[in-house]
């Protein structure tokens, strides 16, 4: 059997989630807005460097904006976490770094990376002023729409867990 | 046979598996997924690779839920459960896609209204800062324009009164006029932009309607007769005489509206009708009617004319063209917060009607203490100062421009000797120095301001100093500021650009 390597993908709903992974896994995007319940698990295998490969296992978790109701059980075994924020919904990235000590607090340890989703939507000086008015850093500026930074996302975390 | 059923029914929506701890399926019912024995559960779908991360630690049973499987082109919304036993680890999966869709159903209802809401939000909060923004924008290039207008309005003044020909009086008369033209459309712009930023507060009083009616019959007149048209101010007798509401506005309307229908008419009549709609314990309704028989307005602008700046905006329509377009939406934005609306009915070639209802409200005539407001009259009057002494002025002006002009004109009356100074920090001094029977500030000079300085002098222990007579001189408009400066202490403020004559009058009230 391969190396698998377990990634949550969370943050509050309607971030682009479900829309980041099926763009990395299947590469297409819908407008629509599907509610996701739950969690989805997809599985895809990419290669880190030649010859070596890691299946990466994708969870896709339900949103929400209270961290704190995620089900302990979708973490168990997580080796990458990816936070997603909506830079076009305030809302999703306010309480940015009291959501991300939530999520520390419950897996320690674990890569994180912090993900500005939608750019395509937004101006990239808008996204600058925004980012050190709300004191926020990322890892990511990604979308899911275009396809912008979403492998290199997904790739890094590979690489970087392998 | 009922066990029989019951058994059918009751696993039908849960499987049982067990693996070894390798993942390999050692036995397994078919439920609703149909796996073979010995096959990897890994291949079943990837959600099971978390049994290798929780096979060693785990303990008893672990739940968990809303897991969504696929499997041989099946969608399950299922809980899994995973219990140690003797004989490997037995996983418990059940169905609940049904229960889970319905669920889901309220999710997306409820997170699709929050989302809207906030990007709702978010675009009125754009909206709200680009009209804050238009309103600061306005307010700060008029009051960069006050002051280059007050200099031409009386260098324009003091023109006049130098010896003119024929056709440098027609000149100057013509700069008159269009300097008058210059601060009616600044003050239109004001207007609109406190109205739209919602520093316009409406000021209620008691007034005679049959006073505001016999104020516009004179005004429109002369009007109507250098023009050759007929006009006519018809009043329902039913109306009573004194209601309460602003009088000044409601003015500012019917004049807006007036002042249109002139502009429009060449031929023909204008009539202002006041009709009673109702009459309700003590709320009068009355229907405001202004007719002309003028160029009239297509129906495709007729919405158009009420919109700010919508002649600025370069689309000129020849069967409309209706001046700045300011005075309109003047008249659309007092009646709104007047709680009234402004209607227009026209045919091109044959006229329009503009018009409107308004509530006013009717005081008890017993009970009334409160003055009458009558119109005050243009004050034609010159102002009178003593002649058996000059008054000493201490004029405080940092615009090099307004300075020469003030000081000019002021000691072309005669009345006063002046003294200046340009920066605010130095009116104590001079003050304290010297003696004054009068203070012209501006408010906005350089270091201190003019209200600072105010409240300073307010505040002094000598007594000539601080009851020395302060008037200001500002390129604000706004009543806001007006009431800021009264308070620090000044006597009057008035607002450039101003008129000589306005400024000298002011000034004999405090000079005696
Ligand atoms: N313009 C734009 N729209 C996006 C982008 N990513 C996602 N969306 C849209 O945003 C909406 C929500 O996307 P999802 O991927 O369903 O969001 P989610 O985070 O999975 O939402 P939950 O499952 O409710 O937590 C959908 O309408 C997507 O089409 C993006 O990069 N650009
Ligand atoms: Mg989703």
């Known amino acids: ?162 | 046979m009922l066990d029989q059923y019951q058994k059918e029914y009751a696993t039908q929506n849960v499987q049982f598996i067990l693996i070894d701890e390798k993942g390999t399926i050692l036995e397994t019912d078919q439920a609703f997924l149909k796996l073979e024995t010995n096959s990897s559960i890994f291949d079943v779908h990837a959600f099971f690779y978390t049994f290798e991360s929780i096979k060693d630690t785990l303990e008893n049973a672990l739940l968990f839920s809303c897991v969504h499987i696929h499997f041989k082109d099946e969608d399950y919304v299922t809980d899994i459960r995973f219990v140690k036993k003797k004989e490997g680890y037995l996983i418990i999966i059940t169905d609940y896609t049904s229960h889970y869709t319905e669920y889901q159903a309220i999710a997306q209802t409820r997170n699709e209204s929050i989302i809207n809401g906030e990007l709702v939000a978010i675009k009125n909060a754009e909206l709200e800062e680009r009209e804050n923004f238009k309103n600061s924008f306005i307010r700060n290039f008029s009051h960069e324009l006050r002051n280059p207008l007050t200099s031409i309005i009386s260098i324009t003044k003091i023109l006049s009164d130098t010896a003119l020909t024929n056709q440098q009086q027609d000149m100057v008369t013509f700069l008159q006029q269009s300097n008058a033209n210059l601060k009616q459309l600044l003050d239109d712009i004001l207007s609109i932009s406190m109205i739209s930023s919602g520093r316009l507060k409406l000021r209620e009083n008691i007034f005679s309607l049959s006073q505001l009616f016999d104020l516009l019959r004179f005004t429109y007149k002369t009007r109507a007769l250098d023009n050759n048209i007929e006009f006519a101010v018809n009043v329902d007798k039913k109306i009573v005489d004194l209601v309460e509401g602003d009088r000044l506005r409601l003015f500012q309307v019917l004049t807006n509206l007036l002042d249109n229908a002139f502009k429009y008419t060449q031929t023909g009549s204008i009539r202002l009708d006041i009709q009673l709609n109702q009459k309700r314990a003590n709320r009068l309704n009355l229907r405001f009617e202004i007719v002309d028989t003028g160029v009239g307005i297509s129906v495709e602008n007729q919405t158009a004319i009420f919109e700010s700046f919508s002649q600025l905006s370069g689309e000129q329509n020849s069967d409309a063209p209706r001046g700045t377009g300011l005075g309109l939406s003047i008249v659309k934005g007092l009646l709104n917060l007047m709680d009234s609306e402004i209607k227009v009915i026209s045919n091109v070639g044959e006229g329009s009607s503009f018009y409107f209802d308004l509530t006013l409200k009717q005081p008890l005539a017993t009970t009334s203490k409160t003055s009458i407001i009558t119109p005050r009259k243009k004050k034609d009057k010159k102002a009178k100062f003593r002649t058996d002494k000059k008054f000493r002025i201490l004029l405080a002006e940092d615009d090099i421009n307004v300075q020469t002009v003030l000081f000019k004109s002021l000691l072309d009356t005669n009345y006063f000797y002046i003294d200046l100074v340009s920066d605010g920090a130095l009116v104590m001094e001079k003050l304290i120095n010297e003696e004054y029977d009068l203070l012209l500030i501006d408010i906005n000079l350089p270091n201190v301001t003019g209200d600072q300085v105010a409240r300073l002098i307010r505040d002094f222990p000598f007594k000539n100093i601080k009851s020395i007579p302060i008037i200001g001189i500002t390129a604000y408009s706004y009543e806001d500021d007006f009431k800021a400066f009264k308070k620090s202490g000044m006597n009057a403020v008035l607002s450039k650009p101003f008129e000589h004559e306005e400024l000298l009058s002011t000034m004999a009230k405090y000079l005696k």
């Open chain 1, 1 to 162: 059997m391969q190396v698998s390597k377990k990634i949550v993908v969370l943050g509050h709903f309607g971030v682009g989630k479900t829309s980041l992974i099926r763009r990395f896994v299947e590469d297409s995007f819908s407008d629509n807005y599907k509610v996701s319940i739950g969690v989805h698990i997809t599985k895809k295998v990419v290669e880190v460097s030649p010859e070596e490969e890691v299946s990466l296992i994708l969870w896709d978790l339900e949103g929400t904006d209270d961290l704190t109701t995620i089900r302990d059980a979708y973490l168990l075994g997580t080796h990458g976490v990816v936070f997603v924020f909506d830079v076009t919904r305030p809302s999703t990235f306010q309480a940015l770094n009291a959501d991300l000590d939530i999520v520390r607090s419950k897996i320690s340890k674990t890569p994180l990376l912090v993900v500005g989703n939608k750019v395509d939507l937004v101006l990239k000086e808008d996204l600058e002023t925004l980012f050190t008015k709300n004191n926020i850093e990322t890892n990511f500026l990604t979308s899911a729409k275009t396809g912008n930074a979403v492998n290199d996302l997904f790739l890094h975390l590979a690489k970087l867990l392998h």
